[in-house]
T-cell receptor, first 113, second 112 residues
Framework: EAGVAQSPRYKIIEKRQSVAFWCNPISGHATLYWYQQILGQGPKLLIQFQNNGVVDDSQLPKDRFSAERLKGVDSTLKIQPAKLEDSAVYLC???????????FGPGTRLLVL | DQQVKQNSPSLSVQEGRISILNCDYTNSMFDYFLWYKKYPAEGPTFLISISSIKDKNEDGRFTVFLNKSAKHLSLHIVPSQPGDSAVYFCAAANTGFQKLVFGTGTRLLVSP
């Protein structure tokens, strides 16, 4: 069974630029999560989707971050404009349902200069 | 507000000995706890979990203990192997929401 796929693996941008990350969850997993992991901290949930609907986006900085999950499969997370403090690893995870074990992708490491 | 705390940033253990990783939480609504292991350049991998109705759960070399009155859980690895060297994250959730709250991680180094 293929795992959670993410791209790109690394991205370097300058502040005020925009960036987008892509996630393809495990086939059949209805729930998809985006986490932000800042160096030295644990992952922090940004947004949770159930199929293509948003379940929780309470910690998503909506003035600059947006996410969508069209057709209930792939998802993209966008930052526009980026700030220095957005430098982090962005992890995508998926699970069969919203109370099931979450499986993580390898993450996208973002550096904002 | 750090609801899940791992106060030891690192731990070094010799191969064959026991590794004990600790985690404390403050939110009494948490009733489901998990440990994830993370290798460099990879995403966290689920290791073991425990529900608040239990105080112990075992899976091979890995055992998680939960002390609800102390709001404390620990992960025991016996015997430790060099391949166990990784960062271990404790996570907690209220099963009503299933929103995982992670600790800051403990880096385990198992030396031959």
């Amino acid at each position: 069974e293929a795992g959670v796929a993410q791209s790109p693996r690394y991205k370097i941008i300058e502040k005020r630029q925009s960036v987008a990350f892509w996630c393809n969850p495990i086939s059949g997993h209805a729930t998809l999560y985006w986490y932000q992991q800042i160096l030295g901290q644990g992952p922090k949930l940004l947004i949770q989707f159930q199929n293509n609907g948003v379940v929780d986006d309470s910690q998503l900085p909506k003035d600059r971050f947006s996410a969508e999950r069209l057709k209930g499969v792939d998802s993209t997370l966008k930052i526009q404009p980026a700030k220095l403090e957005d430098s982090a690893v962005y992890l995508c995870a998926s699970s069969r349902g919203d109370q099931e074990t979450q499986y993580f992708g390898p993450g996208t490491r973002l550096l904002v200069l | 507000d750090q609801q899940v705390k791992q106060n030891s940033p690192s731990l070094s253990v010799q191969e064959g000995r026991i590794s004990i990783l600790n985690c404390d939480y403050t939110n009494s609504m948490f009733d489901y706890f998990l440990w994830y292991k993370k290798y460099p350049a990879e995403g966290p991998t689920f290791l073991i979990s425990i529900s608040s109705i239990k105080d112990k759960n075992e899976d091979g070399r890995f055992t998680v203990f939960l002390n609800k009155s102390a709001k404390h859980l620990s992960l025991h690895i016996v015997p430790s192997q060099p391949g166990d060297s990784a960062v271990y994250f404790c996570a907690a959730a209220n099963t009503g929401f299933q929103k995982l709250v992670f600790g800051t991680g403990t880096r385990l180094l198992v030396s031959p």
